[in-house]
């Protein structure tokens, strides 16, 4: 009995942690970000790229907009610092970060895509 006892506490133990680990996995947000408008004309460019290329299935990221949700929009300055930019005369879009890198502008966008 006292045996039982001992391993029903390391399997509640055990199963806890799985249980915080699924959850972790679950809501984790993945480290890739492309920041977008909806009113931007190199946005777009690159977004069509991503469907005719079906990118999705090679890559796995975040979109946000930017131009109408402001905490996108400090997310993207904040990631713009991060990779050292100077962010005091504003950013634009797209912009693109891989977790460690940023990218600006349609085509070095579509460049790193095409890897």
């Not at 699924?22 to 009113?39: A, D, H």
């Not at 999705?56 to 991060?82: M, T, Y």
Request: hydrophobic share 40%; with cysteine; glycine share 6%.
């Amino acid at each position: 009995m006292k045996n039982l006892k001992k391993y029903q506490s390391l399997l509640i133990i055990i199963g806890i942690i799985l249980i915080v680990t699924g959850l972790v996995w679950i809501n984790r947000k993945p480290k890739m970000i492309l920041f977008y408008s909806n009113s931007c004309s190199h946005c777009k460019v690159v977004e069509e790229y991503i469907s005719a290329n079906n990118v999705k299935a090679k890559f796995q990221f975040q979109e946000l907009e930017v131009s109408q949700n402001q905490a996108n929009a400090v997310l993207l300055e904040q990631k713009a610092k991060q990779c050292g930019l100077d962010t005091s005369q504003g950013l634009g879009v797209p912009f693109f970060f891989d977790g460690e890198k940023c990218l600006s502008g349609d085509q070095d966008i579509i460049n790193y895509f095409q890897k």
